[in-house]
């Protein structure tokens, strides 16, 4: 079986930073692109940032020159760098990873997702 398990979330002040982490175990063949996700109250769920395996990456407008996602793939391992963090930015943030894994004598692309990490930005 494949699990996400998240890490960093916390409480910071406005203009603080945090480093999220999300690493993938299981049987797993190759994770392709990964990324952060994050619902705030009464928002629906939205991208933050993502990353393909080979490191392109894409942003959110809202998370543009302050944030910064990086993987390390011998660790299966997706980071989220949080700069000049916002109260706006108060979410509970979701890993997602987008993985091929083998089924009976094929395989296919599956999304797995985090249990979620709480972000409290304080003004």
């Known amino acids: 079986q494949v699990q996400l398990v998240e890490s960093g979330g916390g409480l910071v002040q406005a203009g603080g930073s945090l480093r999220l982490s999300c690493a993938a175990s299981?049987?797993?063949?190759?994770?392709?692109?990964m990324g952060w996700y994050r619902q705030a109250p009464g928002k629906e769920r939205e991208l933050v940032a993502s990353i393909t395996s080979g490191g392109s990456t894409n942003y959110a407008d809202s998370a543009k020159g302050r944030f910064t996602i990086s993987r390390d793939n011998a660790k299966n391992t997706v980071y989220l760098q949080m700069n000049s963090l916002k109260p706006e930015d108060t979410a509970v943030y979701y890993c997602?990873?987008?993985?091929?894994?083998?089924?009976?004598?094929?395989?296919?692309?599956?999304?797995?997702w985090g249990q979620g990490t709480q972000v409290t930005v304080s003004s």
């Open positions: 299981g049987i797993i063949f190759r994770v392709n692109a």
């Open positions: 997602n990873a987008k993985i091929v894994r083998y089924y009976g004598s094929g395989s296919g692309e599956y999304d797995y």
